[in-house]
């Protein structure tokens, strides 16, 4: 067995017709670049600056949002080469079964379901706290019972709420998994249509909002320490790992190099530029917030909104700011039904997964039960369970993924020299060692209970390839 988990397949992509029909390629780098920053834009804005603010960093909540992006970037980096050298739709899955081995690649793929679909669960149920705040600002009420989930995470013990689920959630997932699954061409033209609405929607909240702030609220900017990871440098650090699940999808565009026009081109071009805009942004937004009103009233499940309330004459900002979170969010989920699909796809073409995930519809050329499967899954989870129990383990899966593609780089640079690369890491042992060494230091700030919670998801998932992965696998009937 140990000499399977350790089997390599071969790092290029296979032809788009080996498994039957292939996918349509249509995206060019815009589109690619807009895939990763619906992606990303979205809860960091909307949600999470808020709490790292007023629960860990204070105003330094900056800092915590450029040591987030320093760590990204290093792994945006090894993501370009590997996008320029291995074209297929599997992202960090498949680069870490060119280099580490079927194991591993099992591992890394059953963490992407936590990046991909269960982040998509988190941000739909927050998409539905801008939904209910923008239908009572215009006068129309839907039951909490229909607005929130029947369960919630109190003191480690879920509990009953008396609620029946959260309605617009499902809403809003199945809408969006309909999109994706008539077509790719389809469903990323309007969610370029969303990424210049919400990027245009939140530049206006940033000049608007940037003439009213007041200077003495950034004041101290690191606020003092008050044990554990409240404030001081320490908050700081933990406010990166909260933040860092704001930067959580810029990879995304590796999912769709099977549908990319020219992918040795325009995969790195995504890539880095959506990493680039989306930064600019965290970091501009986080600035206006934390200058609009003091950093510990932005704890709430809308600090954009609880920021705008503070000041009265913008309170014609506050229906632009509940549009711009709807958008916003909608193209998060959406990109993340785009992705999750095409992940499935090549770890059923590699056998880890039942050939029902290999199947292509003949007409939209989308993996379309793929996506039926990841849209519902989506759905339920967001319709049962709060967002403090949706989105522990999303950083932590992600942050594993990262370290496997950052040393994967390393170590094609040494077994497979040869493979054209049209993009090539810079400064490669420092950035690849910088890349692994960031993201377990971020590791290293993730309370005791998302270490357990990983534990039991990594158990399943490995119980999983034993009962079906190992037995199936295309590398063991090939040997």
């Known amino acids: 067995m140990l000499k399977q988990l350790l089997a ?3 790092p290029q992509a296979e032809p788009d017709d080996a498994h039957g029909p292939a996918l349509r390629r249509t995206l060019g780098p815009w589109g690619l670049t807009a895939l990763g920053i619906g992606a990303v834009i979205g809860g960091g804005i909307f949600v999470i600056t808020g709490v790292a603010a007023a629960d860990h960093a204070g105003p330094a909540i900056i800092l915590s949002f450029i040591l987030a992006a320093i760590c990204s970037l290093f792994t945006a980096l090894c993501y370009a080469e590997f996008a320029s050298m291995i074209p297929i739709s ?3 899955y498949s680069y870490a079964y060119a280099t ?4 591993a690649a099992w591992f890394i793929g059953w963490n992407l379901v936590l990046e991909y679909g269960v982040s998509a669960s988190a941000v739909a149920v927050s998409w539905t706290g801008y939904f209910v705040s923008l239908l009572d600002h215009v006068g129309i009420h839907i039951p909490p019972a229909l607005t929130n989930a029947p369960l919630d995470y109190v003191d480690g013990h879920l509990v009953p709420t008396g609620a029946l689920f959260n309605m617009p959630a499902v809403g809003i997932t199945l809408a969006l998994t309909w999109l994706c699954y008539v077509g790719i061409k389809e469903s990323t033209g309007i969610n370029m249509a969303m990424v210049a609405l919400k990027v245009a929607l939140i530049l206006i909240v940033i000049i608007v909002g940037a003439q009213h702030i007041d200077t003495a609220n950034w004041h101290p900017f690191i606020p003092e320490n008050q044990g554990g990871f409240k404030y001081g440098w320490s908050g700081v650090l933990r406010g990166a790992a909260l933040v860092f699940f704001a930067y959580i999808g810029f990879e995304a565009t590796s999912t769709a190099a099977q549908e990319s026009k020219n992918p040795q081109r325009d995969m790195p071009i995504g890539t880095l530029a959506s990493l680039a805009i989306c930064t600019v942004l965290y970091i501009a937004m986080a600035a206006v917030l934390t200058g609009l009103v003091p950093f510990a009233q932005l704890g709430t499940d809308e600090p954009v909104v609880t920021a705008i309330r503070s000041h009265p004459e913008l309170g ?3 229906g632009v700011v509940e549009v711009g979170a709807l958008i916003g969010l909608s193209s998060v989920v959406l990109v993340m039904i785009i992705a999750q699909p095409r992940i499935f796809m090549i770890m059923g ?3 880890l997964l039942p050939k029902v995930f290999t199947t292509i519809h003949p007409k939209y050329r989308t993996p379309h039960l793929n996506t039926v499967i990841t849209g519902v899954g989506i759905a339920i989870l967001a319709a049962v369970f709060p967002l403090n129990i949706l989105g522990d383990l999303v950083s932590m899966g992600t942050l594993v993924a990262f370290c496997a593609v950052c040393g994967g780089v390393l170590i094609l640079r040494f077994t497979a020299p040869e493979l054209p690369r049209t993009f090539r890491v ?6 690849c060692i910088a890349g692994i060494v960031s993201c377990i230091g971020l590791l290293c700030f993730m309370n005791w209970y998302n270490w357990a919670l ?5 158990v399943v998932g490995m119980a999983l390839y034993a009962a079906y992965g190992y037995r199936h696998s295309r590398l063991r009937h090939q040997a």
């Open 316 to 318: 014609w900002l506050r």
């Open 90 to 92: 599997g992202s960090a």
């Open 8 to 10: 390599k397949k071969a």
């Open 100 to 103: 580490l081995g079927e194991g």
């Open 426 to 431: 810079p400064w490669v042992w420092f950035t």
């Open 454 to 458: 990983m534990g039991v998801w990594t």
């Open 349 to 351: 073409r590699d056998g």
